[in-house]
C-alpha cells in the first residue's frame, strides 16, 4: 500500500486546487485515513471555515482512503454525498474516515468479479471544539476508466 | 438590491478560495442566478471537474441568491446540503438556482419576525452534456451574527 506522503503528493498532482487547501494526509492504514486542510483562502464571510472546503477535504479523505486502497488501472469518482454542519470551525479542518475490513474487502471483491462497485462512507470532520462536521460519502470504482 | 458584479466582489472579498476557483456571477434577479467556475487547479485525476470544486460553486450559487435578498446585519451560514453526481464536467461548471418569490418572502418574513429563518433550495450544476450535478442545501440565517 503507499504512504501516507505518496497519497498526498499523488492527491496534490491530479487534484491542484488540494494545494489551495493545505491539503494533508496525516496518517494513513488500509481502514483508516486522517486528512488536513484550510489555510487562509478558505475562509468564509465570517472568518471561519468555508463550507465549500470542508467538504472538499471530507472528499479528499474518503476518495484518498479508497484510491490507497485500489490495485492500478481503477477509475474512482465520487458519485453523491451529503453534508450537515454542526459548528463553525476555526483554524484547521480536520477530517477522519474509517472503514471495516469487511466493507473494504466486499467492494473489492465486487470490483474484481464485476469490474464495477459502490461503497458509501462516513467522514467525521473535526474543528477545535469537537465535531463540526458530518459527511457521508458514495464512491464509484471500475476497472475501466472512462 | 447589489447587482451581480457586486455580489461576485462580495463573495471573492469574502471567501478567497472563490477566485481560486475562477468564480463569477452571471446573472442576478431576487428569484435567479446564474454563477460559473472552474479553472485549470479545479480538475481531478481524470482531467474533469473535481467533485469539491463543483459543490463549492453550487454552494455559492445557492449562499450568494440568498444573501443578495437579505438586509444588512444578517448572518447566513450553510446548515446542509447533499449533491449527486450524474456525469463528469469537462470545462466550465455552470450553477444555476431559482427561489420562488414565495418561498423567499416566507424566508424573510420568519427572518423579521423570528430573527431567524431556514431555506432549502435546488441547484442544477450543468457541463456541456446536460445536468452534471443536482444539489440541494439548506442556509440558515440569523439577524445576530456570530
Keep these: 500500500m503507499i504512504s501516507a506522503n505518496e497519497l498526498e503528493q499523488r492527491i496534490r498532482d491530479g487534484i491542484p486546487i488540494a494545494a489551495q487547501m493545505a491539503f494533508q494526509v496525516r496518517e494513513l492504514s488500509t481502514d483508516k485515513i486522517s486528512v488536513v486542510g484550510g489555510g487562509e483562502e478558505n475562509i468564509n464571510v465570517h472568518g471561519t ?36 454542519y454542526r459548528q463553525p470551525i476555526e483554524g484547521e479542518i480536520e477530517a477522519g ?43 464509484f470504482a471500475r476497472t475501466a476508466p472512462d
Excluded: H
Excluded at 479528499?60 to 490507497?68: D, I, K, Y
Excluded at 462516513?122 to 464512491?139: K, L, M, N, P, S
Design 49 to 84: 471555515a468555508f463550507a465549500g472546503s470542508i467538504y472538499a477535504i471530507a472528499t479528499l479523505a474518503l476518495w484518498g482512503l479508497v484510491n490507497a486502497n485500489l490495485p492500478e488501472g481503477v477509475s474512482l469518482v465520487l458519485a453523491d454525498a451529503n453534508i450537515r
Design 97 to 139: 474516515c474509517t472503514i471495516s475490513p469487511d466493507e473494504m474487502n466486499a467492494f473489492l471483491s465486487q470490483l474484481a468479479n464485476k469490474g464495477r462497485a459502490r461503497l458509501q462512507a462516513i467522514v467525521t470532520v473535526q474543528g477545535r471544539a469537537g465535531v463540526a462536521a458530518e459527511y457521508q460519502g458514495t464512491v
